[in-house]
């Protein structure tokens, strides 16, 4: 594809990221090191993942079953590893309030928080983007494009660049609900989080199907706009009681 | 110490997150590390850049690069081969850095400064002439050879000067000036034959962690005549920009450095190298004195005075060393650059990182861009971790550290984890579709 085209894709899938990191994180550089220690933690997660399926690649492409248990899988280790990012967020923010508290400053307020878990799951969503969507771009620049058969009505690259997107805010808003759970301990955000990325994950099975891409690549749109309302509307609620 | 820094504000938060809070830590805790990982991070996107542009146009895909290395292995670039070179090239840098520690002990500088001047030169000159004639060639741009023949040694005789002394030209230029220097050698040794390459990073991080650790090793002798003699070793070394203390919270532990009697500006961002004694504080323990850092006046000081006032403290901030207490950092001598290694502590206090090092990772970064971009992004998160652990190490130790070991390492695995498992696993899934 062209290079215009191929800028045109990854701003589609990159986009609203860069906004993000020049709007909120670029200023505070402790932001910009959890971005990148969030990325570095999901691209670890990834690697494991691959380690442990590459037995049983490749997948034979008529049965859709081994790709179920893929995503389960999947989804359930990069919760697991969600996790154990919150504990070690846990244990930074200690260290971060002892030495504030050594050098007479305010510790961290509930924004300092939900900034720090923006840049994490901001660093996710980056990390897909960029292994699942812009690695396969750039050495595809040159003439002609590529379609898959099962997807025959838009180019393979726009909709891996829509489904990144999609996979983009899931990542970065869940992680601030989950964060928020977790803090909290409230079940109904805690629960919220794996199961949306569930779903998500699920309905891009349904992109194995014969012209399955028209129908899934909007609904994740629509899970990814679901997400976005909850985390506002969570975060409003946070905010405005923590007001009080 | 420090007591009431800026009045900390009572917080109403508002409701539009990101929103008025007042100043917190959180504000600019970081930054200096920032500060590092953004040129490191420039150096490799320029590397990566170039290889890409002036790779040969018969640049492998994945699949044909699995082909080609399976069978490239026999034309001249096995194994022994590769391992005799980067052993060769680990004897001549220790013999190099050796010789520049006698020369060092006999005080011989003007000799240092003149090779480092040399080697700044001949880089820009023949390396970069080089890269500018293959750009010109492989982008089709028009300039004739009477302007090229006037513009290159211009641009390079500013550019040597600015790196060679820093004291007489503004930081950003001799920062850029260091850049350029690793670039062109980054590029240049990206030309090596592949395996020689992965030998050479591989033998350079060996040599590094010995080089420095090990009582006898060329670059702790040099470091620990600096440290005796108090004195900076000229070499080429990239200081991160000292922190403009009008912008953040000083939270930094400082060094109990000695003020020129009377001169308080904390604006001052100084360079570090060459001309400069400085009377290294070599006492291990961390106090937190305020005191206000650096004018750029060499001759200064022995006089050890620490400012109680609490207006000034405030205002202060400034100065460098954010964590640790600055030592004279390590050399490394490159077979053909005046480079330094290692990771350290400047004078000013701020993170000093060796040209060697920005070389190294940005070869195995672009030695991972003629493969692939996964394996870049995949290096590429690799040593920045690593350079972060290497910092928290620093910050943990608080001695001269080798920056190689740690990123080298990180990096030549996640390459070679990509490379193997995770580039079919991904393709797997998103030629289907299938994300998550």
Not at chain 1, 52 to 72: D, N
Not at chain 2, 157 to 168: I, M, Q, Y
Not at chain 2, 183 to 209: C, N, R, S
Not at chain 2, 218 to 240: K, S, T
């Amino acid at each position: 594809m062209t290079v215009a085209a191929g800028a045109g894709y990854a701003l589609i899938a990159l986009g609203p990221a860069f906004s993000l990191f020049a709007g909120v994180i670029a200023k505070k550089p402790f932001l910009v090191l959890t971005l990148l220690s969030s990325t570095l933690f999901w691209l670890v997660s990834l690697i494991v993942l691959s380690g442990i399926w590459r037995g049983f690649l490749p997948l034979k492409s008529g049965a859709w079953w081994p790709y179920v248990i893929l995503i389960l899988t999947s989804v359930a280790f990069q919760e697991g590893v969600r996790l154990v990012f919150w504990r070690l967020y846990k244990k930074v923010e200690e260290m971060l309030d002892a030495f504030a508290d050594r050098i007479a400053k305010p510790r961290l307020c509930l924004t300092d928080k939900m900034l720090i878990s923006l840049a994490g799951g901001l660093g996710h969503g980056l990390a897909h983007a960029v292994f699942f969507c812009l690695s396969l771009l750039t050495p595809a620049f040159g003439q002609a494009t590529f379609y898959v058969e099962r997807c025959s009505r838009m180019p393979f690259f726009l909709v891996s660049a829509i489904i990144s997107l999609g996979f983009l805010v899931i990542h970065t808003f869940s992680m601030i609900i989950a964060f928020n759970g977790y803090g909290e301990r409230k079940k109904s955000d805690q629960i919220f989080v794996p199961v949306v990325h569930l779903i998500a994950a699920v309905m891009t099975l349904i992109n194995l199907a014969p012209g399955g891409c028209l129908i899934g690549t909007p609904l994740l749109c629509v899970m990814a706009a679901l997400t976005l309302q909850y985390s506002w509307r969570m975060v409003g609620q946070r905010l405005t009681e923590h007001e009080h | 110490m420090a007591d009431g820094g800026p009045a900390p504000a009572v917080a109403v938060p508002v409701p539009v997150p990101g929103g008025g809070a007042p100043a917190t830590i959180l504000d600019s805790l970081g930054e200096d590390i920032t500060r590092i990982v953004g040129p490191v991070s420039t150096c490799m996107l320029i590397v990566v850049l170039l290889v890409s542009i002036l790779s040969s146009p018969s640049s492998p895909s994945p699949l044909t690069a699995a082909l080609n290395t399976a069978s490239a292995a026999g034309a001249g670039d096995d194994l022994t081969s590769a391992l005799i070179t980067a052993g060769t090239f680990v004897v001549c840098v220790t013999a190099a850095t050796f010789l520049m520690a006698l020369l060092f002990y006999f005080r011989c500088t003007p000799c240092l400064r003149a090779y480092m001047g040399f080697s700044a030169i001949w880089v820009l000159l023949a390396l970069g002439g080089q890269i500018c004639l293959l750009l010109l060639s492989r982008l089709r741009l028009p300039l004739d050879a009477v302007s090229f023949a006037l513009l290159l040694p211009n641009a390079v005789a500013a550019l040597a000067v600015a790196a060679v002394s820093p004291a007489s030209v503004p930081i950003a230029l001799h920062q850029a000036a260091l850049l350029a220097i690793a670039v062109l050698t980054a590029f240049w040794f990206t030309l090596l034959p592949e395996w020689t390459t992965w030998a050479l990073l591989v033998a350079m991080a060996v040599y590094d962690l010995g080089a420095v650790l090990i009582p006898g090793g060329p670059l702790r002798v040099l470091l620990e005549l600096a440290m005796e003699r108090n004195e900076e070793i000229p070499a080429l070394i990239y200081e991160a920009r000292p922190v403009d203390p009008r912008h953040g919270q000083n939270w930094r532990l400082w060094a109990s450095r000695q003020p020129p009697a009377g001169d308080f500006d904390p604006t001052s961002t100084v360079e570090v190298l060459g001309t400069r004694s400085n009377s290294a504080d070599l006492d291990p323990s961390l106090r937190q004195f305020l005191v206000p850092n650096l004018s750029s006046n060499p001759a200064n000081a022995q006089a050890r005075e620490v400012l109680a006032l609490p207006e000034t403290r405030v205002d202060i901030a400034a100065l460098r060393v954010p964590l640790i207490q600055p030592q004279p950092d390590r050399t490394r001598e490159d077979s053909d650059s005046h480079d330094e290694d290692g990771i350290g502590l400047g004078s000013s206090g701020a993170i000093k990182l060796g040209l060697g090092d920005f070389i190294f990772y940005s070869v195995l970064v672009g030695r991972a861009a003629m493969y692939d971009y996964m394996t870049v992004y995949a290096c590429y998160l690799a040593i920045i971790g690593g350079l972060g652990v290497t910092l928290l190490l620093l910050a943990f130790f608080r001695k001269a550290l080798p920056a190689l070991p740690v990123s080298i390492t990180l990096g030549v695995l996640f390459y070679v984890l990509t490379r193997t498992l995770l580039e079919n696993f991904v393709m797997q899934c998103s030629t289907n579709l299938l994300m998550f």
